[in-house]
């Protein structure tokens, strides 16, 4: 029981940054159809942008103030990888929108691998531990055969999640992006005759997309403590497995599809086997897309011929 | 005029913002454990401020470049002289690649020769092998495949395990070695006939995933990590290599030299690579070829049209991953050490990367582009003296994937077809002609 507690909570706390991330295959995939197969690299360079900021705050400037600085690099982190993914879109895919359909997805594997070569280039290849922070933790239960805990990190973690999951659920729902990319979703001639800037909702997608991937990469530098050039590729196809279990193209299957594999991951490695924990993953993956590929919450795709 | 010159002025500094913004914190300050191993950061402003520069200059050469004229009126092309050149430049290639090792040997001498031979020689041709399997699967049958490794890996561990275990030699081991890959790419075919293009892609590379992630951890068939090795060396039909009796080189009345040894190494992939050539070009006359040409056309035509697009793609998955197999066990045994590291997805997405820089579908594009990758890769290695320059931390062939994804997105967005944009059918009414790439769509797949 009390691993099954412990595990429940572990499995939460990582479904959430895999529900972040999987937002941004979703939305994407959504409002142009494509596997955005260089997203988990995003995630990672936000990884790397997140420690080197909260470094360079500390070496820098000197503050030394936790709440000051996660909250600063949270927000820088997010407009940095916003860049990023904004310049991807502008050089890797735009021009590839009227192009044969695996045009995208080879373009996208090949930012990929760039992506990843170019942190690995720039900061080396070796692993990097940040100084660990917020190592407290609260005791649910006590005396029994397990200590069941919940740190303030998980806490952190789930109530940014819940906060940044409803500030973004109010730009899709309420404002005028969000109404254009839901016209662009639902088809994008149509709304560029209408007079949105198809362009634009394209590119403010990515923007939007890489920022959630840059909260899951601050949380992830602060949850695990190590960052690795190498660390965008696995964590990349779980989300996307999120996005295709929620359903792809559905944003709230995304973040339950994400809390879906976090819990299947964790609870597999807890009673099955930790070195097949990746297979999970991939199986479920490979499984939800033969035989249920519209996943929980998607539409199915009819196809006009 | 004035405020032209301005505009172009102030969208080159916002290009060289964008640029500082990419590199500010990634590129200019690397991060490094100190003694107590702790983090800290390094600043190099001066690789961000070139990264700025640059961005700068570019933009601001391509606001006074002139556009590019609109392409010139289709000129009439003579077919029968481009053919004619094209089967000129194939035998002049087979020449050279026939002659190399003698050129090499002539030219370096047998022990300057073996890196010649072997990086230059036995690795490329065992990507153009790996190119020109995945080409059948990729190319004509238009299934984009991201787990081919898992076929590769198929088959060396075939053989390695078979030659442990069972002693079987090599001649015995490549036919199974294939027959098992084709096997498994049956096996992985059935579950994704349904899908098409992305999805397919993304359920081959869970497959080609879970391969490597089970042969590292099923320890007691594969030994994990540590791989296997020592199993078997290759011999000359029998005679084996080494500086014995009964020896290559005291047979033949020779000097013994480990350079005999590369040399039928390369001649036993040529051979196989050319096979594997030679197959696919025969493959696409073929009803099942013209199949899968279709098949990559427009699926849901195929199908109207009463072909069974199970046989169809089921066929491409074996043939290509027999193929795959195939070379496999060329890897096993010229390395006599296989273990998981050496199938991992970049090995996978180097391998497509080929097919599509080649250019889909067309064999000498392909080969052309493993030379460039796989060469150029190893021309980075050479490029040491570099070090000199810019500090002993620079090591080029980490550049290598970096520049080899860069030219995916390049070609992607440039040259959508690769170098070798010209498709021709493999039947026509009446004149042969070839089609540019650019006018022909492409179906759903």
Not at chain 1, 90 to 99: C, E, I, K
Not at chain 2, 60 to 81: I, K, N, V, Y
Not at chain 2, 332 to 345: H, I, T, Y
Request: proline residues 3%.
């Amino acid at each position: 029981m009390e691993v099954f507690l412990q595990q429940l909570i572990n499995g939460l706390t990582l479904g959430s940054i895999y529900g972040l991330i999987a937002i941004g295959y979703t939305m994407v995939f959504g409002i142009i159809g494509m596997v955005n197969f260089a997203h988990g690299d995003v995630f990672m360079l936000s990884t790397f942008i997140a420690l080197i900021l909260f470094l360079a705050l500390k070496q820098f400037l000197g503050i030394d103030s936790l709440a000051v600085s996660f909250v600063v690099v949270m927000v820088a982190s997010m407009a940095l990888t916003g860049l990023w993914n904004a310049m991807i879109e502008r050089f890797a895919y735009r021009r590839l929108r009227g192009s044969f359909r695996l045009a995208p997805l080879i373009s996208a594997i090949g930012m990929s691998i760039f992506l990843s070569n170019f942190a690995y280039v720039a900061q080396g290849p070796r692993n990097k531990s940040a100084p660990p922070m917020l190592t407290d933790v609260i005791k649910l239960t006590e005396g029994g055969a397990y200590d069941v805990t919940l740190s303030y990190k998980q806490i952190l973690i789930v109530v940014v999640t819940a906060t940044l999951l409803a500030a973004f659920w109010f730009v899709v729902q309420k404002t005028s992006l969000g109404r254009a990319q839901r016209a662009c979703e639902q088809d994008a001639k149509m709304a560029a005759l209408l007079g949105v800037d198809v362009n634009r909702t394209i590119a403010a997608t990515f923007v939007i997309g890489a920022a959630l991937a840059a909260v899951a990469g601050v949380l992830y530098m602060v949850y695990y403590g190590v960052v690795n050039a190498n660390d965008g590729f696995v964590p990349g196809v779980k989300a996307f497995t999120a996005a295709v279990l929620g359903g792809i193209g559905s944003i709230p299957g995304a973040v339950l599809g994400g809390l879906l594999i976090g819990l299947i991951e964790t609870f597999w490695s807890a009673y099955f086997s930790a070195d097949y924990k990746d297979v999970a993953a991939f199986s479920i993956l490979a499984v939800t897309l033969i035989f249920m590929p519209s996943g929980l919450l998607g539409r199915p795709e009819v196809e006009k011929v | 005029m004035a405020g032209a010159r301005a505009s172009v002025l102030v969208d080159a500094l916002r290009a060289a913002a964008i640029a500082g913004g990419l590199a500010f914190p990634i590129v200019a300050l690397r991060a490094e454990p100190d003694f107590s191993n702790k983090l800290v950061l390094e600043p190099r402003w001066s690789w961000m401020f070139a990264a700025m520069a640059l961005a700068f200059l570019v933009r601001l050469a391509s606001a006074f470049l002139p556009r590019r004229a609109a392409p010139a009126a289709a000129r009439p092309r003579d077919e029968a002289a481009a053919r004619r050149r094209g089967r000129a430049f194939a035998v002049f290639g087979l020449g050279v690649i026939f002659a190399w090792p003698f050129l090499v040997l002539v030219v370096a001498g047998p022990s300057g020769a073996l890196k010649w031979i072997d990086n230059y020689g036995v690795q490329i041709l065992i990507y153009v092998m790996l190119g020109w399997g995945l080409n059948i699967v990729v190319g004509l049958a238009g299934l984009l495949d991201l787990g081919y490794v898992a076929f590769y890996a198929v088959g060396a561990y075939a053989y390695a395990l078979l030659a442990t275990h069972y002693d079987l030699s090599f001649w015995l081991c490549l036919p199974i070695a294939g027959i098992l890959a084709a096997f498994w790419g049956v096996l992985l075919g059935f579950p994704v006939l349904r899908l098409r293009g992305d999805y397919l892609a993304i359920v081959t590379l869970a497959f080609g995933e879970i391969i490597r992630i089970v042969l590292v951890n099923f320890s007691t068939l594969t030994n994990g990590d540590a791989g296997i090795g020592n199993f078997a060396t290759i011999t000359f039909f029998g005679v084996p290599f080494n500086a014995s009796e009964g020896g290559f080189a005291a047979v033949f009345g020779l000097d013994h030299s480990p350079v005999y040894r590369l040399v039928f190494l390369y001649y036993l992939i040529l051979a196989l690579a050319l096979v594997t050539n030679l197959a696919t070009l025969r493959l696409r006359r073929l009803p099942i070829g013209r199949a899968w040409e279709a098949l990559r056309e427009d699926e849901i035509a195929c199908r109207s049209l009463g072909l069974d697009t199970t046989k169809v793609k089921l066929t491409a998955f074996a043939l290509g991953a027999m193929f795959g197999g195939f070379a496999g066990a060329f890897f096993a045994v010229r390395q006599d050490f296989v273990s998981p590291s050496s199938f991992n997805f970049i090995e996978s997405a180097t391998i497509l990367a080929i097919v599509v820089l080649g250019g889909r579908g067309s064999q000498i594009g392909v080969a052309a582009a493993a030379v460039a990758i796989i060469g150029g890769s190893e021309l980075l290695r050479e490029l040491d003296v570099l070090k000199r320059f810019l500090g002993s931390e620079f090591d080029p062939t980490q550049y290598r994937m970096l520049l080899v994804g860069l030219a995916m997105v390049l070609m992607m967005n440039w040259r959508p077809r690769g170098f070798v944009a010209t498709r021709a059918p493999t039947i026509a009414l009446g004149e042969r002609r070839a089609i540019g790439g650019d006018l022909v769509r492409e179906g759903r797949g």
